[in-house]
């Protein structure tokens, strides 16, 4: 099993910045590839940004230039910071995290994080 513990949501103004981290443990081997998603009311959960072991990160349109993935390998975590925030990015934010336990390929999400951008 792998466990996955998000923090560092919140309320914030439009223009401000917030930084999720997410950690993860358990039974790991490995770790392929480390993200974030987004699910918005109403909306289907979609793609933030993605970071491979090793390879180039991706991010979805709506947030480049404003949004930086980065992961710590030695800790298994990923971060997202995200700056200029506007409130089309109120949503939860999911971590996702794909592992090598030895035995199998596992494909883990976090609880989410509320993110709401108001003034």
Known sequence: QVQLVESGGGLVQPGGSLRLS???SGRIISI???GWYRQAPGNQRELVAVIPNGGSTNYADSVKGRFTI???NAK???YLQMNSL???DT???YCN???WTGVRFLDSWGQGT???VSS
């Open 91 to 93: 949503a939860v934010y």
């Open 114 to 116: 509320q993110v709401t």
């Open 32 to 34: 392929n590839a480390m």
């Open 97 to 99: 995290v794909k592992a």
């Open 22 to 24: 997410c950690a993860a």
């Open 86 to 88: 506007k409130p089309d």
């Open 70 to 72: 980065s992961r710590d």
């Open 76 to 78: 298994n975590t990923v």
